[in-house]
């Protein structure tokens, strides 16, 4: 599915040529609908997709084939945003699910402007860390929704910490404050990704049955120190009682300012390697990046068309702050490689492809569907 050679009919079928599938949570139709402000702007994106090049080389987008308004005709009821309940009677907009890894990782600007025009605080998901989605909220849809956030939820566990700390995974519920201080360095790091943003975070310490009171304890006094609340929250175990206190001392940190200091890591205008090198060295603290042959072909494709003003939305592991997922912890002295780039100039963004990240990842070695089976009346088990 990744790689795949297409139009071998004849040229009823099209040209010959190779292609690949991306997941519908990379996909820039997905991308397109969560970053739309209305239902003409999502046309607009939609006629702005790149399709490839004619036999004279010239850009082909998605408006020169006339299929902006089939496309948009689709999507007019799925621009909409989903208004549901929480099992305790609250609301919730659901809207939108993009990747952060592949993708820019944040529900819909027309979900979150619906959320801030009916409630006093709104609170929005970012995916994965803040060298992921929060990187990607604040830099591509705070500048596309003129959005300016007041505060930031950091989540963090005690067992990610541990792992971060050299915890193998079955000893992950084994009590550990020196793996939790050794693991904090990951999370100190999330931390000051925020802060340069203009915005101190809140931590939210996502409580486990397993984590001891030391454990927590150490990390608190660990944020304390860097003058960052920290804040236990039992959601799963209590629901909305659980995260009273969280929510108090998010709502405090909002109101010590009339106003927000927020503001973007970088400036769309630069070039694409100035962003790029921005994001790798502030937000993940690498020393040099590299561009493999196939990213500087591409990186020329782009400049030609006159897209090199758009933001940046990295393609990365989420599993470190490099690009090989088996460095924890904070990892120094390394290179990011950017392998290729997508472009997607629908959604309005750039996709560097960082190591040996895919926009279409693999299925586990044993699949779900093995656990699964039906019986002879039809009951169905296996499926969680």
Not at 270 to 284: L, N, P
């Amino acid at each position: 599915m990744r790689n795949i050679i297409i139009g071998i009919g004849g040229k009823a079928n099209g040209v010959m040529r190779q292609d690949g599938f991306n997941i519908t949570a990379a996909s820039e139709i997905m991308a397109i609908l969560c970053l739309s402000n209305n239902l003409s702007n999502l046309k607009e994106k939609l006629g702005n997709i790149f399709v490839g090049f004619t036999y004279n080389n010239e850009p082909v987008y998605a408006r020169d084939l006339k299929a902006e308004n089939a496309m948009t005709i689709l999507l007019k009821d799925a621009i909409q945003p989903n208004l549901v309940q929480t099992l305790e009677g609250n609301p919730a907009i659901i809207h939108g699910g993009p990747f952060a890894n592949i993708a820019q990782g944040t529900n819909s600007i027309l979900a979150t402007k619906m959320g801030l025009s009916l409630g006093d605080y709104v609170v929005t998901e970012a995916g994965f860390g803040a060298d992921l989605g929060a990187e990607k909220f604040l830099n591509i849809k705070c500048g596309y929704g003129k959005l300016k956030p007041s505060s930031v939820v950091l989540v963090a566990t005690i067992r990610a910490l541990k792992h971060h700390g050299g915890a193998l995974s079955n000893e992950l519920n084994t009590p550990s404050v020196e793996k939790v201080k050794k693991g904090f360095c990951n999370l100190e790091k999330h931390i000051e990704n925020i802060q340069k943003f203009g915005i101190t975070p809140v931590i939210a310490i996502n409580h486990f049955v397993k984590d001891t009171d030391e454990e927590i304890n150490a990390l608190i006094e660990l944020c304390h120190q860097l003058n960052v609340k920290a804040v236990v929250s039992k959601g799963w175990l209590l629901g909305g009682n659980g995260t009273q206190e969280l929510a108090k001392a998010v709502v405090e940190e909002i109101e010590k300012s009339t106003t927000t200091n927020f503001k973007p890591l970088y400036d769309w205008k630069a070039s694409v390697k100035q962003k790029i090198e921005t994001i790798a060295k502030e937000i993940y603290g690498a020393d040099t990046i590299e561009y493999a042959t196939k990213a500087e072909q591409d990186l020329k494709r782009i400049e030609s068309l006159g897209l090199s003003h758009l933001p940046i939305c990295m393609a990365k592991t989420q599993k470190s702050f490099s690009d090989n997922e088996k460095r924890v912890g904070r990892p120094i002295n390394f290179t990011v490689t950017v392998r290729e780039f997508e472009i997607a100039a629908g959604a309005g963004f750039i996709i560097p492809i960082l190591g040996s990240m895919m926009r279409m990842p693999g299925l586990p070695s044993i699949p779900a569907s093995e656990g699964m089976s039906i019986d002879d009346n039809g009951v169905i088990s296996g499926l969680s």
